[in-house]
């Protein structure tokens, strides 16, 4: 793996996912100091309220606790004191708006979905009883 791909591949691992970091690390072959030359900062969605530079989070424990820092000053501040409405990933504000995710109809077509599986079940199982009976 280049190292542009490996750095990327870190980074989606450490800030996208809950594995640990010896988990990453043993997973792509590498150092844990390796690791942890290769993270980069998570974007925190807002700019430094001294000089304008976006913010980010130093590692996932800073982002846990909503510590901001900025690469630029220096400045360490609170992400809840940030007038935005909160934290988001450079892939988050690709992707667009949020949609809501209509859970009740998920569950109703789940619902639906397992009802035929069991009418269809118990359809083959009765063919199955009628054509055996006449062997």
Do not use: F, K
């Amino acid at each position: 793996m280049d190292e542009d791909r490996l750095v990327s591949e870190v980074n989606r691992l450490y800030w996208e996912t809950e594995a640990s970091v010896a988990d990453i690390a043993d997973e792509l072959a590498i150092s844990r100091r390796a690791l942890y030359d290769a993270i980069e900062p998570a974007s925190v969605g807002a700019e430094c309220p001294d000089c304008g530079a976006p913010l980010a989070y130093r590692n996932r424990t800073a982002q846990e606790r909503g510590e901001a820092e900025c690469p630029e000053c220096g400045l360490e501040l609170d992400v809840a004191d940030l007038e935005h409405e909160g934290p988001e990933s450079e892939r988050e504000r690709a992707a667009g708006p949020r949609v809501p995710l209509d859970v009740g109809s998920m569950d109703a077509s789940r619902g639906i979905m397992l009802a035929g599986a069991l009418l269809t079940g118990i359809a083959v199982g009765a063919l199955t009883a009628v054509l055996g009976r006449r062997r």
